[in-house]
C-alpha cells in the first residue's frame, strides 16, 4: 500500500510568488488534513477536509492560503502570494472514518523557505 | 481547549540508558492520546496511541506509553536507548468520538540524542 505522498519535497520561492503543494492520500482514505511546522515551533492544524469537502478550516491563518480537494482524490495547497512567515514544513495525513483505530498517516512533508 | 505539554525540547541519553520523554495533556473530555516519531529527513511516523483500551501501550521499536489520568501525563519511555532512537518525538492529543472536530494538537517535539 502506498503511503501518504507529498510533493515538491522542496520548495524555495520569492516573496510574493505563488506556490502550490500537493499531497496524494492513501487510496480510500475519507479524512485530510493538512498541517504545518514552523520553525522551531510546534506542528499546527490548518484544515480538514472529508471527501472534497472541508470539515474544519479553522486553523487556516489567513486569505493567502487556499486549500482544495477536488474530487475527493489528491488536495493541493496554494500560497498566494508567499511571505517571509509562511517558510516552514507542511504536513499532510489522511486516515480512514474510524481514525481512533487506524490512526492517521502522515507524509513526509514540504519544506517551503521564502526569502 | 486542548493543549499538549512536552517538558525538554532536548533529551540526551547514553546508548543503553533509560528513555523517558514527558508529555502532559490537557482535555475537557477524555482525549485520544499519539506519539509520534520524526527521523531525518523523513515524515511523522506513529509510535503508539492510547484510545481508552489498556492505559498501558506497547509500541513500535520497543516503545511504551502510560496513560495516567490523575497526573494528566502520556509519558513515553523504552528500557534501553539505541542509537537509531535520535529522532525528534511529538506527543499529540485529540478528542474522543467527535466526528466534527478531530484535530490533533501537538506538542512542541522534543528532540533525542543517544551518545555510545
Known amino acids: 500500500e502506498a503511503g501518504v505522498t507529498q510533493f515538491p519535497s522542496h520548495s524555495v520561492i520569492e516573496k510574493g510568488q505563488t506556490v502550490t503543494l500537493r499531497c496524494d492520500p492513501i487510496s480510500g482514505h475519507d479524512n485530510l488534513y493538512w498541517y504545518r511546522r514552523v520553525m522551531g515551533k510546534e506542528i499546527k492544524f490548518l484544515l480538514h477536509?472529508?471527501?472534497?469537502?472541508?470539515?474544519?478550516e479553522s486553523g487556516m491563518p489567513n486569505n493567502r492560503f487556499l486549500a482544495e480537494r477536488t474530487g475527493g482524490t489528491y488536495s493541493t495547497l496554494k500560497v498566494q502570494p508567499a511571505e517571509l512567515e509562511d517558510s516552514g514544513v507542511y504536513f499532510c495525513a489522511s486516515s480512514f472514518r474510524d481514525r481512533t483505530t487506524y490512526g492517521y498517516t502522515f507524509g513526509s512533508g514540504t519544506r517551503l523557505t521564502v526569502v | 481547549a486542548q493543549s499538549v505539554t512536552q517538558l525538554g525540547s532536548h533529551v540526551s541519553v547514553s546508548e543503553g540508558a533509560l528513555v523517558l520523554l514527558r508529555c502532559n495533556y490537557s482535555?475537557?473530555?477524555?482525549?485520544?492520546l499519539f506519539w509520534y516519531v520524526q527521523y531525518p529527513n523523513q515524515g511523522l511516523q506513529l509510535l503508539l496511541k492510547y484510545t481508552s483500551a489498556a492505559t498501558l501501550v506497547k509500541g513500535i521499536n520497543g516503545f511504551e506509553a502510560e496513560f495516567k489520568k490523575s497526573e494528566t501525563s502520556f509519558h513515553l519511555t523504552k528500557p534501553s536507548a539505541h542509537m537509531s532512537d535520535a529522532a525528534e518525538y511529538f506527543c499529540a492529543v485529540t478528542l474522543r468520538r467527535s466526528y466534527n472536530t478531530d484535530k490533533l494538537i501537538f506538542g512542541t517535539g522534543t528532540r533525542l540524542q543517544v551518545f555510545p
Open positions: 477536509f472529508v471527501k472534497e469537502s472541508k470539515q474544519d
Open positions: 482535555s475537557s473530555v477524555p482525549p485520544y
